[in-house]
């Protein structure tokens, strides 16, 4: 086989139309954080993103998309951002994983959430975990059944506050796919606050996340498009989320809703309107991404699967890395294994967030005063 290393702005048309061929020929790679157009948007505003292109006998039989950060540490496309990376690849193609790295340049590559089982990197899972997803492939009724059937009590309730925010604030209505641009910096504020309130890092802190999450706005073809929804109560914006779809896929991305209206649990009603909106619109899956909350597990109606893992090369710079690493990641599947240390650490970090937000305007007077 020989592989070739490439920005993904310098791909050709017809590799790009390969690169798709590739990814719609395999359900497991269904994903628009997968998708070509999310290398080539992730490649103009960050100079370390590569893809190798994998060929057998002249013909193009996958694409590896990733980050070359310093001392060839390695990361997937999106890092932190994404819930999905792999190998776009013909199904039982697999790569000596380690001479994939030396070719990229790369001496190590840790991976959190990949496609599991690929047969390139299955040998390097130390985890695989669960990612719900909600299912329409037999309709948006039977769904709803299967989440009746998850927790009738919580759907029970979640449908009484839905009357109840329409009676008190307004006639609900959910527009679905908003070319508005004005609305998503409605949403990104108030994930903004969420990431400060619960002592987590304000990802649209950083300039580049926010022109990124724009860009995907503005895609719009079959195949690949940023989706913005948006529940209003009369001409009030109460909860909204912005995801990318496939053709059949929407991955849920950044959901966030207006604390004003928190007794009406906004976010869950939001989701259940937007599933209905998603099996409309033709979709066959959204998918909610491994861990986090709760709610998940009764809106949930199938199962994907992603790894965690490692691949690396003898180097000193793999050491470091292993030594930086692999322990934190040991202790925080720990965490996420016991729903007793996961919240206890939900409210650690959210007290660490009450008390940051009570600290910013004496701060500011300090800088103000400083400043004189």
Not at 61 to 73: A, L, S
Not at 221 to 235: E, K, Q
């Given at each position: 086989?020989?592989?070739?290393?490439?920005?993904?702005?310098?791909?050709?048309?017809?590799?790009?139309?390969?690169?798709?061929?590739?990814?719609?020929?395999?359900?497991?790679?269904?994903?628009?954080?997968?998708?070509?157009?999310?290398?080539?948007?992730?490649?103009?505003?960050?100079?370390?993103?590569?893809?190798?292109?994998?060929?057998?006998?002249?013909?193009?039989?996958?694409?590896?998309?990733?980050?070359?950060?310093?001392?060839?540490?390695?990361?997937?496309?999106?890092?932190?951002?994404?819930?999905?990376?792999?190998?776009?690849?013909?199904?039982?193609?697999?790569?000596?994983?380690?001479?994939?790295l030396r070719v990229c340049g790369l001496n190590v590559y840790d991976f959190d959430h990949m496609v599991a089982g690929q047969p390139t990197?299955?040998?390097?899972?130390?985890?695989?975990?669960?990612?719900?997803?909600?299912?329409?492939?037999?309709?948006?009724?039977?769904?709803?059944?299967?989440?009746?059937?998850?927790?009738?009590?919580?759907?029970?309730?979640?449908?009484?506050?839905?009357?109840?925010?329409?009676?008190?604030?307004?006639?609900?209505?959910?527009?679905?796919?908003?070319?508005?641009?004005?609305?998503?910096?409605?949403?990104?504020?108030?994930?903004?606050?969420?990431?400060?309130?619960?002592?987590?890092?304000?990802?649209?802190?950083?300039?580049?996340?926010?022109?990124?999450?724009?860009?995907?706005?503005?895609?719009?073809?079959?195949?690949?498009?940023?989706?913005?929804?948006?529940?209003?109560?009369?001409?009030?914006?109460?909860?909204?989320?912005?995801?990318?779809?496939?053709?059949?896929?929407?991955?849920?991305?950044?959901?966030?809703?207006?604390?004003?209206?928190?007794?009406?649990?906004?976010?869950?009603?939001?989701?259940?309107?937007?599933?209905?909106?998603?099996?409309?619109?033709?979709?066959?899956?959204?998918?909610?991404?491994?861990?986090?909350?709760?709610?998940?597990?009764?809106?949930?109606?199938?199962?994907?699967?992603?790894?965690?893992?490692?691949?690396?090369?003898?180097?000193?710079?793999?050491?470091?890395?292993?030594?930086?690493?692999?322990?934190?990641?040991?202790?925080?599947?720990?965490?996420?294994?016991?729903?007793?240390?996961?919240?206890?650490?939900?409210?650690?970090?959210?007290?660490?967030?009450?008390?940051?937000?009570?600290?910013?305007?004496?701060?500011?007077?300090?800088?103000?005063?400083?400043?004189?």
């Amino acid at each position: 086989m020989k592989i070739s290393v490439v920005r993904p702005r310098d791909l050709a048309n017809s590799e790009r139309a390969r690169w798709r061929e590739l990814q719609k020929a395999d359900r497991a790679l269904d994903n628009p954080f997968l998708s070509v157009e999310f290398a080539v948007a992730m490649d103009r505003l960050r100079d370390y993103v590569r893809v190798a292109v994998v060929e057998d006998g002249g013909k193009i039989v996958g694409f590896f998309p990733y980050e070359r950060h310093g001392f060839g540490v390695g990361k997937p496309l999106g890092g932190f951002l994404t819930t999905c990376h792999g190998l776009i690849a013909e199904q039982g193609v697999k790569l000596d994983a380690k001479a994939l790295l030396r070719v990229c340049g790369l001496n190590v590559y840790d991976f959190d959430h990949m496609v599991a089982g690929q047969p390139t990197f299955s040998p390097y899972e130390s985890d695989v975990r669960p990612a719900p997803v909600m299912d329409f492939t037999a309709g948006f009724d039977a769904w709803l059944e299967q989440v009746k059937a998850n927790s009738p009590k919580n759907l029970k309730t979640v449908r009484y506050k839905e009357r109840k925010l329409g009676r008190e604030q307004g006639e609900l209505r959910l527009e679905w796919a908003s070319a508005d641009p004005e609305v998503l910096r409605t949403l990104l504020a108030w994930k903004s606050d969420q990431y400060r309130r619960t002592g987590r890092v304000d990802r649209f802190a950083q300039p580049w996340i926010v022109e990124l999450t724009e860009q995907m706005h503005a895609e719009r073809s079959t195949d690949f498009a940023g989706v913005l929804t948006m529940l209003y109560s009369g001409n009030v914006p109460v909860a909204g989320h912005f995801g990318l779809r496939t053709a059949t896929t929407l991955v849920g991305w950044f959901p966030a809703y207006d604390t004003e209206f928190a007794r009406y649990s906004p976010g869950i009603v939001h989701h259940l309107q937007m599933a209905e909106a998603a099996a409309a619109a033709g979709l066959h899956m959204v998918d909610m991404g491994k861990g986090g909350k709760e709610y998940k597990d009764w809106l949930k109606s199938g199962t994907l699967y992603v790894s965690e893992g490692r691949v690396s090369r003898p180097s000193p710079t793999a050491a470091v890395h292993w030594m930086g690493r692999v322990p934190l990641n040991k202790a925080r599947t720990i965490v996420l294994d016991r729903p007793s240390l996961y919240k206890a650490a939900d409210r650690v970090l959210k007290g660490f967030g009450r008390m940051r937000t009570a600290l910013q305007p004496e701060q500011a007077a300090k800088e103000t005063t400083g400043a004189r």
